[in-house]
């Protein structure tokens, strides 16, 4: 983007770096012409390399907010307390301090009819609304800033229920299952275009290897064209919806066991947007970063869940 374009500017850092310390700093390090990533001569962190910090939810008018206190209570004497004490809100225990960036209004950008950020008003039509339960209940338990999401396996963990039905062979054909249901998520899993989930199963070898033409796969996603043009498919789960993967194959030569499998590619979306822009040669001048944040994407992929079976007489 041209270092002059504000506007443009702000439909990422609006939540990404929203203060406007780093819009300013942002613009300077375009106009400059050294890479986004690099620290002016002096050696100080550029402010826009800060990304989202505690002032962003914490300061309005120069002026400290936070929750109150456990207890309900608020600061009394705050000429002894860190940075000269707080004004209590309640605002920061509502679901609606997090819609800020977690939710496009109505006529923001959508694809096949659905809003490409549609995460409060995914909790809104759920039972954890009516119960009470907020974004910051699971997201922020206790107060604490973790914000923990798809990237991490704990969290993802906590927030399905995978059941597995054991293989079994019938005409010499493989039959299994894996249940999976949006046992504890107050939204769709996943809420967002950026990550997959890929279920699979195959045959494998007495030493563990994949045997060709036994693998298949079935994937929880909304899968978009990296230009954000088209909805490709969406088979996200609801809250408290399920779905079932169904194994069925002939029995391969040689297989001994089945693997039923969960895999998690958190940054799937970008994965193929980096790749994207470094194959049709749009980085620019962002190439180096680029090439750094696909390694990156690559990098926070886990396995969630993985089970072996021995093959019935095998």
């Not at 929750?67 to 809100?89: E, F, Q, V």
């Not at 973790?146 to 054991?166: C, N």
């Not at 194959?249 to 499998?261: E, H, Q």
Request: net charge positive.
């Amino acid at each position: 983007m041209d270092a002059g374009a504000r506007d443009e500017h702000r439909e990422c850092i609006r939540c990404h770096a929203p203060l406007a310390e780093r819009a300013d700093s942002l613009a300077a390090a375009l106009a400059s012409g050294r890479g986004l990533a690099e620290a002016p001569p002096g050696g100080a962190k550029p402010s826009h390399q800060h990304g989202l910090s505690c002032a962003a939810c914490h300061v309005r008018g120069y002026e400290w907010y936070g929750p109150p206190r456990r207890d309900g209570s608020t600061p009394g004497d705050r000429a002894n307390l860190p940075h000269g004490g707080w004004s209590a809100s309640r605002a920061f225990q509502d679901s609606r301090f997090c819609a800020a960036c977690h939710q496009f209004q109505p006529d923001q950008y959508a694809l096949n009819g659905k809003l490409i950020e549609n995460t409060y008003e995914e909790w809104k039509a759920s039972r954890y609304a009516r119960e009470g339960k907020t974004c910051q209940s699971c997201h922020m338990p206790d107060g604490r800033h973790l914000w923990r999401g798809i990237h991490d396996p704990e969290t993802t963990r906590a927030g399905i229920t995978i059941d597995a039905v054991k293989p079994t062979t019938d005409s010499g054909r493989v039959r299994a299952a894996l249940g999976i249901r949006n046992s504890g998520t107050g939204h769709h899993f996943p809420t967002y275009v950026t990550p997959k989930l890929i279920v699979e199963g195959a045959q494998e070898t007495a030493q563990g290897k994949i045997l060709p033409g036994t693998l298949q796969q079935m994937f929880i996603e909304r899968r978009v064209k990296p230009d954000l043009s088209e909805e490709l498919s969406d088979t996200r789960l609801a809250p408290d919806q399920s779905v079932t993967f169904n194994y069925g194959a002939a029995l391969a030569p040689g297989a001994r066991t089945l693997v039923l499998r969960v895999r998690v590619e958190p940054d799937a979306f970008y994965t193929e947007l980096y790749r994207d822009l470094l194959a049709s040669g749009s980085a620019g001048k962002g190439r180096r970063l680029i090439r750094k944040a696909l390694e990156n994407s690559i990098a926070s992929r886990y396995t969630l869940y993985e089970t072996r079976y021995r093959l019935p007489g095998q």
